[in-house]
């Protein structure tokens, strides 16, 4: 996969993409990202990337002729034509989609990925409707410009990228992973089954359920005890559970899109009644 990063701090992703998962992904040459900094594609000589928008306003806006000069270079083809071959030149903008998993996972499937990192006020709304195919926000709230959230995308797309991963299960085990449509919880692989103990491998877009490790108990706090018993279908059970209960309790929304079976609105109702119990 092809990542290009257009930009005016290319310095600013000396850090984040040096380390990890993303840094043995471009070892392994399984993923290739450039950075290209906007202000070589301007032509005066104080290097000018922005300006004072028309009709006035406060702050300076992203001028659209270094923008589109960079990413025409890049050799992508025509706009309403890149998703038939795998390509996506993305805006990064507060009033774009909002970044989930499942955009991560369409945006994985690509083989080139341009990210235009937004600056100051905005950039030119000709970007976002000539040269950008989609616009993404990584959330409801403002940052001072987009190379965090390319970053962030970077990271959470690269992961997905087969063989990134020690074992590629582990990312269709993960919160928020609903697997393709139609898929059911059968998600470990093609043909695959989930291990005995996997109960939420392919958690249809819970939370996470909640991981101890060695030792049995820390500081007072011990292991639950279903968890040490080697009943796979106990611990299946309460990792269900738990992970309805994670989810019921910090993120409510998600069970409106997530794919509940009846025994999981049984629990959610359990949990409910015990809840109210308290």
Known sequence: MQIDIVTIFPDFF???LDFGIVRRAREAGLVKIEIHDLRAFTRDRHRTVDDRPFGGGAG???KPEPIFECVEQF???QRDERAAAKQSV???SAQGRRFDQKLASELAELERLVLICGRYEGVDERV???LADREISIGD???SGGELGAAVI???VTRLIPGAVGNDASTRQESFFAGPEGSGSDLAGEGARPTPADSTCGSGGLLDYPHYTRPAEFRGVKVPEVLLNGNHDDIRRWRRRSALEKTLHNRPDLLDRAKLSDDDKELIAEI???????
């Open 14 to 16: 000396r850090g984040p």
């Open 60 to 62: 300076m806006v992203l």
């Open 75 to 77: 050799g992508l083809t």
């Open 90 to 92: 993305v805006l990064l």
């Open 128 to 130: 976002g409707t000539h």
């Open 141 to 143: 709230y403002v940052l």
């Open 154 to 156: 970077i990271d959470a």
């Open 272 to 278: 409910e009644r015990m809840s109210d119990e308290q």
